[in-house]
């Protein structure tokens, strides 16, 4: 199985703030990696497919990079709605497996 | 706009079958998209499971392919999860969520989860 590994497991920032997760891949996995967003009590949501494109109707100060075996999500300007657990997903082999996400708090 | 409903029992005993279905609503389960099954242990990260296709061709995560079975069943738009001999190791958030057919492959549509309590 492929190992991601996301770093940190957690954060706490202020409003307004730009954070960075990045996640690592034990393999290349090409530019085959999501970025879910999961709110406690609820389904992750896709925010990031293919490294680095937006999924329709997610804000624009989301954003994702990389390719290969590292990768970097990215929220410009934090507000208190991006209160949740991030996890990066790839899908370049079977079976499809997910970081241990980081948990980003206000601070 | 595409709805997932997981349902089925929310305590099973150690040893036995967990059985839960995800019903599909607002879409077609025979259409490009692949069924999957992904599940939560508390407080953890998520796992995924496995996937079928209406066809019926399926995958499996290597870790539980020996006591997973993933079915479909057309007739009403649902699929269904068996996972056999649990243990507490299995206690998890059961999620069903829908991927696409062809690359990029993400789950875009997912169901609002069902826990699933493995105790005597």
């Known amino acids: 199985d492929i190992q991601m590994t996301q770093s940190p497991s957690s954060l706490s920032a202020s409003v307004g703030d730009r954070v960075t997760i990045t996640c690592q891949a034990s393999?290349?996995?090409?530019?085959?990696l999501n970025w879910y967003q999961q709110k406690p009590g609820r389904a992750p949501k896709l925010l990031i497919y293919?490294?680095?494109n937006l999924e329709t109707g997610v804000p624009s100060r989301f954003s994702g990079s990389g390719s290969g075996t590292d990768f970097t999500f990215t929220i410009s300007s934090l507000q208190p709605e991006d209160i949740a657990t991030y996890y990066c997903q790839q899908y370049d082999n079977l079976p499809y497996t997910f970081g241990q996400g980081t948990k980003l708090e206000i601070k | 706009q595409v709805q997932l409903q997981e349902s089925g029992p929310g305590l099973v005993k150690p040893s036995e079958t967990l059985s839960l279905t995800c019903a599909v609503s607002g879409g077609s389960i025979s259409t490009n998209n692949w069924w999957s099954w992904v599940r939560q242990p508390p407080g953890k990260g998520l796992e995924w499971i496995g996937e079928?296709?209406?066809?019926?061709?399926?995958n499996y995560s290597p870790s539980l392919k020996s006591r997973v079975t993933i079915l479909v069943d057309k007739s009403k738009n649902q699929f269904s999860l068996k996972l056999s001999s649990v243990t507490a190791a299995d206690t998890a958030v059961y999620y069903c969520a829908r991927k696409g057919y062809y690359a990029p492959y993400y789950f875009d549509y997912w169901g609002q989860g069902t826990l699933v309590t493995v105790s005597s």
């Open positions: 079928i296709y209406h066809s019926g061709s399926t």
């Open positions: 393999q290349d996995i090409n530019n085959y």
């Open positions: 293919d490294a680095s």
